[in-house]
């Protein structure tokens, strides 16, 4: 009798790993990958949102600041420019994350020659529709901050966004509080310009794929629905940290 009941749980087991397989397949590469990707680089940021853009070079594929490089400013005055389309034309879907060696501000700066002091940018030939600021908490991840930018820059002009990117910065060793530094990029963004967006953004994730639309819905929008660091699944159902809006 024991033993029979001994294979009955046994065989119960062996189905729940099966199922827990089944479930898991999907994202087994992309977590072998993340950890592997750990012991060899190190601490790196995290990827997420779903789509990926690349560097350097405008010819290649997957490369994020592929044709930004055409946008000039027309001799036009502001007021004559026409709107920006709903959807951007320079939207392409995912990009490649990498993180060059030896990256630093200097060279996010001169590869983003539009965004003028303060982290802002309007598309030079266009009127855009929507106006998003960007709030970064922030606290000895200066690592983290010069990927973030690098990639983040040429994400939102993909989109053709009036931006601003806001890094609010703790000072001291007191405990890091994310909500209140949230709450005063708030103000301080809003003393600046009637912002009709507010994207708050976690300084380690960077976006992938630029469909993944800095806006403002409705209701409350969670854009960090997928990162490899939870092998691009949720945690959790009710989980809404990383980027939201």
Not at 18 to 28: D, K, N, S
Not at 172 to 187: E, M
């Amino acid at each position: 009798m024991l033993q029979s009941k001994g294979r009955y749980l046994v065989m119960f087991l062996g189905v729940q790993l099966v199922v827990m397989a089944l479930l898991y397949r999907e994202g087994y590469q992309k977590r072998v990958a993340y950890f592997f990707r750990i012991f060899r680089k190190g601490d790196q940021p995290l990827v997420t949102g779903g789509v990926p853009m690349g560097p350097h070079n405008a010819t290649r594929s997957g490369d994020v600041y592929a044709n930004l490089s055409l946008l000039i400013k027309p001799s036009a005055k502001e007021e004559d420019l026409p709107f920006c389309p709903e959807k951007s034309p320079f939207i392409s879907g995912p990009f490649r994350v990498t993180f060059p060696p030896g990256l630093t501000l200097e060279e996010v700066q001169r590869k983003n020659p539009l965004v003028v002091k303060g982290g802002r940018y309007r598309p030079p030939n266009c009127v855009s529709q929507h106006r998003t600021a960007v709030i970064i908490p922030h606290r000895n991840r200066e690592h983290h901050l010069k990927y973030l930018l690098y990639y983040l820059h040429p994400f939102l002009q993909r989109q053709q966004l009036n931006y601003g990117i806001y890094i609010i910065h703790q000072a001291g060793n007191f405990t890091f509080n994310r909500a209140k530094l949230l709450n005063v990029g708030f103000k301080e963004a809003m003393k600046e310009e009637e912002w009709d967006c507010m994207f708050y953004h976690d300084v380690d994730l960077i976006p992938e794929d630029d469909r993944n639309i800095y806006t403002c819905d409705r209701y409350p929008k969670h854009a960090s629905i997928a990162m490899d660091k939870f092998g691009y699944k949720l945690p959790y159902k009710t989980y809404f940290g990383g980027v939201s809006a």
